[in-house]
């Protein structure tokens, strides 16, 4: 069906709804995520372990990126350097799939801490959680082709298992453009959150401590009394 007496170039619209409509719109949720988080106090609830979102970190323990952000970034700064072939298909496939299983847990932690998930921030998720499947499906509609190779294992295609830069690179200002756009909107507030948790962590530890040698001083002097009090009862 076409929409327009004009000829459309399908490819060169698909890749700027991308780069200028679904990349941009992935910022929006996240930001309005990051506000709800810091509404309902993450760092005094759940802490780092949702912040981070990591199946080896301890609880309150800060110092990595959150996994979430890893599972899309990676597969958007590949896909911004590298042609898309079987490879990189199964690249994208993979953190859109690790992405949405990680979505999941990130609900359950959350609900199980003491913050407050209100159901406004769960449709912020819907967002987050379709935004993947809505660029990795046009992708995969734009390189059907690929599409096909990766199916067949990529036979016949010498290129089909390494990454292949692009024919058509974007530009410095473009690539430039984007990586502050996901720094200011992206690393720069989760990264504030996540100092947040941490630097709130360090407070509870300090405070655990000084009660647990607050509790042993007491002991402590209880014993001592006993000890008096039995020395004088033997006198």
């Known amino acids: 069906m076409s929409a ?23 910022f929006v949720p996240g930001l309005a995520d990051w506000m709800m988080h810091r509404r309902t106090r993450i760092e005094e609830t759940a802490g780092t372990k949702e912040s981070l979102i990591l199946s080896h970190c301890l609880k309150d323990v800060g110092g990595a990126p959150t996994l979430m952000m890893a599972e899309v970034g990676v597969p958007i700064a590949l896909t911004l350097r590298y042609e898309i072939n079987p490879l990189l298909l199964s690249v994208q496939l993979a953190g859109t799939a690790v992405h949405e299983a990680t979505a999941l847990w990130d609900v359950r932690t959350a609900v199980k801490s003491d913050r407050e998930v209100k159901p406004v921030e ?46 058509r ?63 004088e009862k033997g006198d």
């Open 122 to 167: 769960q449709h912020i998720h819907s967002f987050l959680e379709s935004l993947p499947f809505g660029a990795l499906t046009a992708l995969m509609c734009l390189h059907h082709d690929q599409v096909k190779s990766l199916l067949r294992g990529g036979r016949s295609d010498p290129d089909a298992w390494r990454f292949v830069p692009r024919r």
């Open 4 to 26: 327009t007496s004009h000829s459309v170039d399908v490819a060169e619209v698909t890749t700027r709804y991308l780069l200028y409509g679904l990349l941009p719109s992935w």
């Open 169 to 231: 690179p974007l530009s410095p200002g473009c690539l430039a453009g984007i990586g502050v756009a996901i720094g200011t909107c992206v690393l720069l507030p989760y990264g504030e959150e996540l100092l947040r948790c941490a630097r709130a962590g360090r407070g509870r530890r300090r405070a655990e401590k000084a009660a647990e040698k607050a509790a042993e001083k007491k002991a402590q002097m209880k014993a001592q009394m006993k000890a008096q009090m039995k020395a």
